[in-house]
């Protein structure tokens, strides 16, 4: 048997998670990738200026990215849009698949495994198609509240996750190069002469782009990365170029997917 040894950065396409809080321009972030194909679940990017598909369904999704898998068509990226959107293509396929009204009338647990696998296959084409293609992949996706028990703390509390299964998202964090929660910049403001009155919420207007793990988010990336930065697509470019560049020696060719 022989083994291939290889070492430095190795020059391939990247998969980019983006999932945060609602109207914070997740899918205007995705149309900047280069050349993108959206797979628009939502129908959500009527106003933008991009090429998209529509399906209508779960097989639908898997048809298009067959047809991408054969033939890229020349588009270089594929935007998810969104996969919570996709997840509930899959729930209704389940349940006309099995004659049912929702994945509780099947028998216990027997839904959501289905609706693991289902979606699982959606991440595993995605990841074929990148390194069949070269093509790079941008999940988008929802963020919803979420009890987290964490092991090293007294009392559970309250995290964002994914709007996803569980399973599911935690295939997705291990397949990305990185993952992006996004929200929108919230001071909380308390009137030190009256501390009678309730602390207000005030926005400042920008949106932030979290790329490290805290208490209130996962996130993660491997390119050294701040904490965090204003979202947008040449901040997100910015970051990603500068450590290419620093490891500019150990690359063999011009990198590409982002």
């Given at each position: 048997?022989?083994?291939?040894?290889?070492?430095?950065?190795?020059?391939?396409?990247?998969?980019?998670?983006?999932?945060?809080?609602?109207?914070?321009?997740?899918?205007?972030?995705?149309?900047?990738?280069?050349?993108?194909?959206?797979?628009?679940?939502?129908?959500?990017?009527?106003?933008?200026?991009?090429?998209?598909?529509?399906?209508?369904?779960?097989?639908?999704?898997?048809?298009?990215?067959?047809?991408?898998?054969?033939?890229?068509?020349?588009?270089?990226?594929?935007?998810?849009?969104?996969?919570?959107?996709?997840?509930?293509?899959?729930?209704?396929?389940?349940?006309?698949?099995?004659?049912?009204?929702?994945?509780?009338?099947?028998?216990?647990?027997?839904?959501?495994?289905?609706?693991?696998?289902?979606?699982?296959?959606?991440?595993?084409?995605?990841?074929?198609?990148?390194?069949?293609t070269r093509m790079g992949v941008v999940i988008l996706g929802h963020a919803?509240?979420?009890?987290?028990?964490?092991?090293?703390?007294?009392?559970?509390?309250?995290?964002?996750?994914?709007?996803?299964?569980?399973?599911?998202?935690?295939?997705?964090?291990?397949?990305?190069?990185?993952?992006?929660f996004v929200c929108k910049d919230i001071k909380v403001v308390v009137d030190?002469?009256?501390?009678?009155?309730?602390?207000?919420?005030?926005?400042?207007?920008?949106?932030?782009?979290?790329?490290?793990?805290?208490?209130?988010?996962?996130?993660?990336?491997?390119?050294?990365?701040?904490?965090?930065?204003?979202?947008?697509?040449?901040?997100?470019?910015?970051?990603?170029?500068?450590?290419?560049?620093?490891?500019?020696?150990?690359?063999?060719?011009?990198?590409?997917?982002?």
């Amino acid at each position: 048997m022989s083994l291939k040894l290889t070492s430095g950065v190795n020059n391939k396409p990247l998969l980019i998670t983006i999932y945060g809080t609602d109207h914070t321009g997740k899918s205007t972030v995705g149309s900047k990738f280069p050349n993108p194909i959206f797979i628009d679940i939502e129908k959500g990017t009527d106003l933008l200026n991009v090429n998209r598909y529509q399906p209508s369904n779960f097989d639908e999704v898997l048809e298009i990215l067959r047809s991408l898998y054969s033939d890229t068509q020349g588009f270089e990226t594929i935007v998810i849009d969104t996969i919570d959107w996709v997840e509930k293509m899959a729930d209704k396929k389940i349940c006309l698949d099995n004659n049912v009204s929702s994945l509780g009338d099947l028998a216990w647990g027997t839904g959501i495994r289905k609706q693991k696998d289902l979606m699982l296959s959606i991440i595993d084409s995605l990841c074929a198609i990148s390194q069949h293609t070269r093509m790079g992949v941008v999940i988008l996706g929802h963020a919803k509240q979420k009890r987290f028990d964490d092991p090293e703390q007294e009392h559970a509390y309250d995290r964002y996750h994914m709007a996803i299964n569980g399973d599911v998202f935690d295939k997705i964090r291990e397949r990305s190069d990185a993952v992006f929660f996004v929200c929108k910049d919230i001071k909380v403001v308390v009137d030190q002469g009256n501390k009678m009155l309730k602390p207000k919420g005030i926005s400042t207007g920008k949106v932030l782009c979290h790329t490290g793990e805290s208490a209130g988010f996962y996130a993660k990336n491997r390119f050294e990365m701040p904490p965090f930065f204003e979202f947008n697509y040449d901040n997100i470019k910015s970051c990603i170029d500068v450590f290419f560049e620093g490891n500019l020696t150990k690359v063999n060719e011009v990198k590409d997917g982002i």
